[in-house]
């Protein structure tokens, strides 16, 4: 029988990477879920702001991305998470990045850590 994740799993991972996000002075706030929430949710998002996500990683390709389009509304970073494959998946902009697939624990703290880890090279 597969354990649960920790009820406070949400909570746990979110402030981890809040702090990620915020640490890297690209204008990057939590937008989904906007409260703490108990147990574990569908999704993640933290939005940057366009100009400061493209002067902070020039190297992103992000403007080039977004072409004719640019400055886009936001730049997302999504994590997915699928419980009963006990997986998470990154999809991030910039640097022409594929989706990421995570295996989790269901601990809140080592699966932050994980996370954090992944992100934390893409953000470096």
Known sequence: ?????EPEWSPIVC???DRLFTSTNAGFS???????VVGVVGDMLWEADPIQFA??????????SY???WPAPCIDYWV?????ARLATLSTEGWSH???EIALTGKGSEDADRLHEH??????
């Open 1 to 5: 029988m597969t354990e649960e994740f």
């Open 98 to 100: 594929s989706n990421q």
């Open 80 to 84: 997915y998470i699928d419980v009963e």
């Open 30 to 36: 939590r937008s989904s879920p906007t409260q703490p």
């Open 15 to 17: 402030h981890r990477l």
């Open 55 to 64: 002067e902070r990683y020039p190297d992103s390709g992000i403007v080039e």
């Open 67 to 69: 072409g004719d389009q």
């Open 119 to 124: 992100l934390a090279r893409i953000l470096q």
